[in-house]
Nanobody
Framework: QLQLVESGGGLVQAGGSLRLSCAASGRIFIYDNMGWFRQTPGKEREFVAL????????DYGNSVKGRFTISRDIAKTTVYLQMNSLQPEDTAIYYC?????????????WGPGTQVTVSS
């Protein structure tokens, strides 16, 4: 059973940067995608980024393209999300999960999330 734990969230001023980590215990298979999503109260979980475990192929949501970068360390079974040029609208709880595509419904093994707050 794969378990995921996010870390690295916090409070940052607009224009600043944060790096989130998603540490996995258990096996990630070569055909898995690992994704980052975010959610604010009353809204659906929004796709942020994904990475294919085997090839490192990435995809991003339109709202974060050019600002966020997803990467993985296979040896550490950890996925990262480097977030630059943060804006108040990036404030959310950020989750990682295993799945495919860009819809939250196609992901499972969700971590508990990490809060990111961007002040203006």
């Amino acid at each position: 059973q794969l378990q995921l734990v996010e870390s690295g969230g916090g409070l940052v001023q607009a224009g600043g940067s944060l790096r989130l980590s998603c540490a996995a215990s258990g096996r990630i298979f070569i055909y898995d995608n690992m994704g980052w999503f975010r959610q604010t109260p009353g809204k659906e979980r929004e796709f942020v980024a994904l990475i294919t475990w085997s090839t490192g192929t990435t995809d991003y949501g339109n709202s974060v393209k050019g600002r966020f970068t997803i990467s993985r360390d296979i040896a550490k079974t950890t996925v990262y999300l480097q977030m630059n040029s943060l804006q108040p609208e990036d404030t959310a709880i950020y989750y990682c999960a295993r799945g495919y595509g860009t819809k939250a419904a196609t992901y499972s093994n969700w971590g508990p999330g990490t809060q990111v707050t961007v002040s203006s």
